[in-house]
């Protein structure tokens, strides 16, 4: 079963404008990661935020993580074409050595 | 560096078949997870290798099944298939220690059944 959801589960966006998606999860993590799928192909990594963190940057990224909300947000700013994929969020379970991962946000960003 | 290599991309079978999906982890990666994509159920955890042993399992009847070789490739077969199992399944490795618990996915092999 998928750990949590994540809203919205779609977003349609102008090119130069901010993204958000947010992501809610259930159990105590370890840590909290953002992946990348463009149409019907593998993840890609994008950040990792440990539970003991609750802000961290990557380029055009941010991602914020609230762990007595369970819940974490990415920020993506000045969105390209090139973002538009579906973003997953994943966490790591204290007890267990798989990621689970969000339903997902399927983000267009138009030209 | 080589990403992980899946095989086959595409596949198509018939209820009652079986198949084999096959995953090349990127060298020196010995840890390889599967994951089952579908637009119902979301991406959901197999199963995951490290040196050649199962360390952890999803919820997946006994119809799913893995390997993992001495090389750190990895084998999943799904018996008895049911049009259910139509999906995309993804194979992800990841380094040992500190960085175990990013993965680096395949780009998927896609099973169709009918």
């Known amino acids: 079963s998928q750990q949590g959801e994540e809203d919205p589960q779609a977003l349609s966006i102008q090119e130069g404008e901010n993204a958000t998606m947010n992501c809610s999860y259930k159990?105590?993590?370890?840590?909290l990661q953002w992946y990348r799928q463009n149409s019907g192909r593998g993840l890609v990594h994008l950040i990792l935020?440990?539970?003991?963190?609750r802000e961290k940057h990557s380029g055009r990224l941010r991602v914020t993580l609230d762990t007595s909300k369970k819940s974490s947000s990415l920020l993506i700013t000045a969105s390209r074409a090139a973002d538009t994929a579906s973003y997953f969020c994943?966490?790591?379970?204290?007890?267990?050595?798989?990621?689970?991962f969000g339903s997902g946000t399927r983000l267009q960003v138009q030209p | 560096k080589a990403g992980v290599t899946q095989t086959p991309r595409y596949l198509i079978k018939t209820r009652g078949q079986q198949v084999t999906l096959s995953c090349s982890p990127i060298?020196?990666?010995?840890?390889v997870s599967w994951y089952q994509q579908t637009p119902g159920q979301g991406l959901q955890f197999l199963f995951e290798?490290?040196?050649?042993?199962?360390?952890n399992k999803g919820n997946f009847p006994g119809r799913f099944s893995g390997r993992q070789f001495s090389n750190s490739r990895s084998e999943m077969n799904v018996s008895t298939l049911e049009l259910g199992d139509s999906a995309l399944y993804l194979c992800?490795?990841?380094?040992?220690?500190?960085?175990?618990?990013?993965?680096?996915f395949g780009a998927g092999s896609r099973l169709t059944v009918l």
């Open positions: 159990t105590s993590i370890n840590n």
């Open positions: 060298s020196g990666h010995r840890s």
């Open positions: 992800a490795s990841s380094l040992p220690g500190e960085r175990a618990n990013v993965l680096t």
């Open positions: 935020i440990r539970s003991n963190e």
């Open positions: 994943a966490t790591m379970d204290t007890g267990r050595r798989a990621l689970t």
């Open positions: 290798y490290f040196s050649e042993t199962q360390r």
